[in-house]
C-alpha cells in the first residue's frame, strides 16, 4: 500500500518565496526622491514646489501654467516629480517625462506620462508603470491610484513580481491601505516549482496570506490540486482548501471534503469523507492523515483498506511506509470479550498476521479473522 502526498509539502514549501523578500528581476530604472517640506494641512489645489522653468498663461477664464524641468509638485501627502507639466487652474496637472507619484512613505509609482486631478486626488499613469509596495513590484501600462481610498487599479494586464515568482491577471485591486490585493481574469501564478491557475486570487502582501476565492488548479512536474475555496498562511505554512479539494498524481488520486496542509509539522490531512486511491490500493475513512517526515499514515474513523492481498477495516487503521508496518483497530470493542484473547505483534506487507484489538477484519493470503480464537 502507498500513501504518498509529497508534492502538496514541496508546493507549499515554494508557494512561500512568493511572500518573501528578494531582488526584483525588472527593478525600477529611477531612485525615488526625497520628499521637499510643504504644507500638508489639506488642499484642494496643486502647490508647485520647484521647476527650472515657470510659465503663466490666461485661456480666458482658466490659467495655464507651463513647468519645464526638475518639476516637484504636491497636494497634501502626494508628491508629484516629472521632467514638464502643465497645471490647469492649479487643479488638473498633465505630467510627461520621468513621472513619479509618492503617497506616504510606503507607496511610489513610475510612468512615462500621467493625469492628476485634485479635486479628486486621482491619478492615470501610462507606459512603464510601476507600482512600489516593500518587496512587490506591480508593471502595467495603464494603472489608475486613486489617493483618497488608496486603491490602485489596473483594467488592461499586469505582472506583479517577487523574487523568482510571477503573477499576471487581466485586472486587480491594490487596496494600499491594508495590502490587500484582488486579482482577476485570468490569473497565472509562475514559480520554478509550480504553476497557479484561476479566475479570482486574493493575496495580502502584510500578513502573507493567499485565498482562493474560485476554482483553483495547481501544477507541479505530474500531479495537480484543485479546490474551490481556501487559504494558504504563508509565515506559519498552513494551508487550507475547503471546497471540493481533489490531488492527482500518475495513478494515485485523493478527495475529501476538506484538505489541510502544516508545514511546520510537515502533515497532511483530509478530513470529511477522506478518499485516496492508486492502481492497487483504496482507502477511505472519516479522516486520512499524512505525516512526511514520519512516513505514517492515519485512518481515522469508518476505515477501510483494500488492496489486492488484504481488506482491512477497524475504526482506526495505521500504515508506517518506512518499516512496512500496518495495524488496525476498533474502539468500539477495545474491551476483551469473553473467550477472546489479543494476539501481538506487527504486520508486515504481504503477511497475513498481525496486532489486533477488539472488532477488526483481516482477510488475506492466509484467510480471514474476526478478532475471536
Not at 198 to 222: E, G, H, S, W, Y
Request: hydrophobic share 35%.
Amino acid at each position: 500500500m502507498r500513501l504518498s502526498f509529497v508534492f502538496m509539502g514541496c508546493l507549499f514549501l515554494s508557494f512561500a518565496a512568493f511572500g518573501q523578500k528578494g531582488k526584483p528581476t525588472v527593478p525600477p530604472t529611477r531612485p525615488t526622491p526625497q520628499q521637499p517640506v510643504a504644507d500638508t494641512s489639506g488642499s484642494d489645489f496643486i502647490n508647485i514646489l520647484f521647476s527650472d522653468e515657470f510659465n503663466y498663461n490666461l485661456l480666458g477664464v482658466d490659467t495655464l501654467k507651463r513647468l519645464i524641468g526638475n518639476v516637484e509638485l504636491n497636494q497634501d501627502d502626494v508628491y508629484l516629480f516629472c521632467d514638464s507639466a502643465n497645471i490647469l487652474n492649479s487643479k488638473r496637472v498633465s505630467a510627461m517625462g520621468n513621472f513619479i507619484l509618492q503617497h506616504g512613505d510606503s507607496t511610489t509609482i513610475f510612468s512615462d506620462s500621467a493625469l492628476y486631478r485634485a479635486d479628486t486626488k486621482i491619478a492615470d499613469l501610462y507606459v512603464n508603470v510601476s507600482m512600489v509596495r516593500g518587496t512587490q513590484k506591480l508593471f502595467t501600462d495603464h494603472l489608475t491610484y486613486n489617493a483618497n481610498t488608496k486603491i490602485a487599479t489596473y483594467l488592461t494586464g499586469a505582472t506583479l513580481t517577487d523574487d523568482s515568482t510571477f503573477l499576471t491577471s487581466v485586472k486587480g485591486y491594490y487596496h494600499a491601505d491594508n495590502d490587500d490585493i484582488f486579482f482577476r481574469e485570468k490569473v497565472v501564478v509562475e514559480s520554478p516549482d509550480f504553476t497557479l491557475r484561476t479566475d479570482t486570487l486574493k493575496f495580502n502582501a502584510r500578513a502573507k496570506i493567499v485565498t482562493f476565492v474560485a476554482p483553483t488548479l495547481i501544477i507541479q512536474d505530474t500531479a495537480r490540486i484543485y479546490t474551490e475555496s481556501g487559504n494558504y498562511d504563508i509565515p506559519n505554512k498552513k494551508a487550507i482548501f475547503n471546497k471540493n479539494p481533489q490531488y492527482v498524481k500518475n495513478d494515485q488520486k485523493a478527495w475529501a471534503r476538506r484538505m489541510e496542509y502544516d508545514g511546520n509539522r510537515e502533515e497532511i490531512t483530509l478530513a470529511g469523507d477522506a478518499h485516496f486511491e492508486d492502481s492497487t490500493t483504496t482507502a477511505t475513512a472519516d479522516r486520512i492523515i499524512y505525516n512526511e517526515k514520519t512516513g505514517v499514515t492515519i485512518l481515522q474513523g469508518n476505515a477501510h483498506v483494500q488492496d489486492d492481498k488484504r481488506n482491512i477495516t477497524g475504526d482506526t487503521v495505521t500504515y508506517d511506509s518506512k518499516r512496512y508496518l500496518l495495524h488496525s483497530w476498533s474502539l468500539a470493542h477495545r474491551r476483551r470479550q469473553p473467550g477472546t484473547r489479543r494476539q501481538q505483534g506487527g504486520l508486515r506487507q504481504g503477511a497475513g498476521v498481525g496486532h489486533r484489538r477488539g472488532q477488526c477484519h483481516l482477510a488475506g493470503h492466509h484467510g480471514k479473522t474476526d478478532g475471536r480464537r
